[in-house]
Nanobody, 124 residues
Framework: VRLAESGGGSVQPGGSLRLSCAAS????????MSWARQAPGKGLEWVTSITSDGTPYYEDSVKGRFTVSRDDAKNTMYLQMNALKPEDTAVYYC???????????????????YGRGTQVTVSL
């Protein structure tokens, strides 16, 4: 299982970024996927999930601002982030529940494989 995030960077508050997660080594079309983030000095936080049939789930603080999507033909998951806030600053990781006997759509339980992450910084 390989996951590679890209698209991070530095933006001003109110700006937008689009993250990508390129997957390989497993049947992406059958896998539930998630985005997680870790802010400085804090633990890993679930942000959003998308099931194999494309149903999205969002943490309350990003609902209405972030959109998760997937392109199974490209083995890629995306995270469109709009109206970014300084509190969105974190390293963003993609994760998959592929191979797990069970996973939770509202948390990171069952998501056993992670990429290396991409830094997102929101500041003036």
């Amino acid at each position: 299982v390989r996951l590679a995030e890209s698209g991070g960077g530095s933006v001003q508050p109110g700006g937008s970024l689009r993250l990508s997660c390129a997957a390989s080594g497993f049947d992406f079309s059958r896998a539930a996927m998630s985005w997680a983030r870790q802010a400085p000095g804090k633990g890993l936080e679930w942000v959003t999930s998308i099931t194999s049939d494309g149903t999205p789930y969002y943490e309350d603080s990003v609902k209405g601002r972030f959109t998760v999507s997937r392109d199974d033909a490209k083995n890629t998951m995306y995270l469109q982030m709009n109206a970014l806030k300084p509190e969105d600053t974190a390293v963003y990781y993609c994760a998959t529940a592929y191979g797990s006997p069970w996973y939770d759509t509202w948390s990171l339980r069952g998501y056993d494989h992670y990429g290396r992450g991409t830094q997102v910084t929101v500041s003036l």
